[in-house]
């Protein structure tokens, strides 16, 4: 084994990044035969974990997420990033490419406080600082409030214990990655629409990097990828950005994908729900789709998107 490792990570260092960064470091090794040392580790405070007090919509969106890591796959300090799909910002650089896409986790949401969406107390406290969760939430309950909250799991569970919120939401995958798939109530995706790219984990490397990309193609997940690939491609349709109500849910049937989305008004009382069918390699049907809901939209709605960039 070399004196230097083979390929360096770059991860966030929230307690979820590294778990996700851990997984990524064990399937590079299966795949190849390494040793552990061979996949080196680089932890990096993002921008988005410094800034916890404020929506991201406030203080500019999913790039809070992935600015340092990008930064330093440019400086050549890291040979490629991992990330939490759901945060990745829809347009990338020409220069960077999502190389590989792990075997996708459990999409659902957990509900945390109550034993359903339906039990919440009437005038209770939901924390979220998710558009998507709080609007269909007041589409299904609009007796609740919504109160923000932000965190890493370990934080939004602290404020759920300190009383911010009678009720709070997490994604089921996220919890099962930290070794705590016992809390909460698992929301079925069918009924509970997720986000776009939920429980998806990626690994971004530099374009012209094509050492780090062949090392990386071995751990790709093709269905996940397709389905991610997917859903990206609707937001991309959509033109929407973090303050923008997006849920979707992507089934693979075969070499058939099935997307199911949903857009809403903020205060959720506005929904339009369309679904298409499609081959797992078309590009154009995600789009169509976004065209479709936006087309069906009233002002309240389209007026949260930008309808595709």
């Not at 990570?9 to 979820?16: A, H, N, V």
């Not at 589409?139 to 109160?147: A, I, K, N, Y």
């Not at 990828?225 to 997917?230: G, I, K, L, Q, T």
């Not at 081959?279 to 595709?308: H, I, K, M, W, Y």
Request: proline share 5%; net charge negative; charged share 25%.
């Amino acid at each position: 084994m070399a004196d230097t490792p083979l390929i360096r990570l770059g991860t966030r260092q929230s307690p979820l990044a590294m778990a996700q960064a851990h997984e990524t470091r064990a399937r590079l090794c299966a795949a190849h035969g390494w040793d552990e040392a061979a996949v080196e580790l680089v932890p990096v405070i993002a921008s988005g974990d410094r800034i916890q007090d404020r929506p991201l919509a406030e203080i500019g969106g999913k790039a809070l997420w992935t600015r340092e890591l990008d930064i330093w796959l440019a400086e050549g300090r890291i040979d490629a990033a991992v990330h939490s799909m759901k945060d990745v910002e829809t347009l990338r650089p020409d220069t960077l490419t999502i190389a590989a896409i792990l075997p996708r986790a459990d999409k659902a949401d957990m509900l945390l406080g109550a034993a359903s969406l339906e039990a919440i107390p009437e005038g209770a406290r939901v924390g979220t600082s998710a558009p998507r969760r709080a609007a269909q939430l007041l589409h299904r309950r609009p007796d609740l409030s919504v109160v923000g909250i932000r965190g890493n799991v370990a934080t939004r569970m602290a404020k759920l214990e300190r009383g911010e919120a009678d009720a709070t939401f997490l994604a089921a995958a996220g919890l099962q990655r930290l070794g705590e798939e016992q809390v909460g109530t698992r929301l079925d995706p069918e009924d509970w629409l997720p986000a776009p790219a939920q429980a998806a984990i990626g690994i971004e490397c530099r374009t012209d990097n094509a050492q780090a990309r062949d090392y990386l193609a071995a751990i790709d997940h093709a269905p996940s990828h397709a389905e991610v690939r997917a859903e990206r491609r609707l937001l991309e349709g959509l033109g929407g950005g973090c303050s923008s109500p997006i849920a979707a849910l992507t089934t693979t049937e075969g070499d058939t994908l099935v997307l199911r989305a949903a857009i809403f008004s903020t205060d959720g009382r506005e929904r339009i729900e369309h679904s298409a069918s499609f081959a797992s390699n078309d590009a154009d049907a995600p789009r169509e789709l976004a065209a479709r809901l936006l087309g069906r939209a009233p002002s309240a709605v389209s007026a949260l998107f930008e309808g595709g960039a």
